[in-house]
T-cell receptor, first 110, second 114 residues
């Protein structure tokens, strides 16, 4: 059962524009959400997180939005840079459980 | 330079063979994890360990075994009972087990069947 879904396997944007990556979850027990970034031949690295008591968290060019009623979160990257090209994983955590989405491959074109 | 080291980067398994994937961390983390990644799927938890000499099954433990004899090391053995072992395997750690904390990942091992 996929409790965390990233419905877009890939996304392509132009350098300087906004990238929006989406993630949906089904389990209302999840109360902490994370985004990881993965380059080829490397392990995922933590990017940004948000607790369920917030609806927005910002870190430089990266902002994560959480809509609890819709069980949806999104990652905004503004402005997008070619170095942002990677696979982005969404993860949801609650109690002793953490679930990952399948990832979205972002390509930022110069 | 703290981190997690996985080896080998690539591994090939013959029919009926057991193979062991290495994972070492020098972050002084209590918790360690093994995940499996298949194309088009999220990371799935195989086993995790909260403390030395203790480990728990994850969602897809069948055909795998682990040990945690030292805090720094959490090797994963893919046994011959695992009928579909071809996948990308990721080891991770966190300061404490299964709490709302970020995971630190190794660079992964790609296992293929000959």
């Amino acid at each position: 059962d996929q409790q965390v879904k990233q419905n877009s396997p890939s996304l392509s944007v132009q350098e300087g524009r906004i990238s929006i990556l989406n993630c949906d979850y089904t389990n209302s027990m999840f109360d902490y959400f994370l985004w990881y970034k993965k380059y080829p031949a490397e392990g995922p690295t933590f990017l940004i997180s948000i607790s369920s008591i917030k609806d927005k968290n910002e870190d430089g060019r990266f902002t994560v939005f959480l809509n609890k009623s819709a069980k949806h979160l999104s990652l905004h990257i503004v402005p997008s840079q070619p170095g942002d090209s990677a696979v982005y994983f969404c993860a949801a955590s609650g109690g002793s459980d953490m679930r990952f989405g399948a990832g979205t491959r972002l390509t930022v074109k110069p | 330079d703290g981190g997690i080291t996985q080896s080998p980067k690539y591994l090939f398994r013959k029919e009926g063979q057991n193979v062991t994937l290495s994972c070492e961390q020098n972050l002084n983390h209590d918790a360690m994890y093994w995940y499996r990644q298949d194309p088009g799927q999220g990371l799935r938890l195989i086993y995790y360990s909260q403390i030395v000499n203790d480990f728990q099954k994850g969602d897809i433990a069948e055909g795998y075994s682990v040990s945690r004899e030292k805090k720094e090391s959490f090797p994963l053995t893919v046994t011959s009972a695992q009928k579909n072992p071809t996948a990308f395997y990721l080891c991770a750690s966190s300061p404490r087990a299964r709490t709302n904390e970020k995971l630190f990942f190794g660079s992964g091992t790609q296992l293929s069947v000959l």
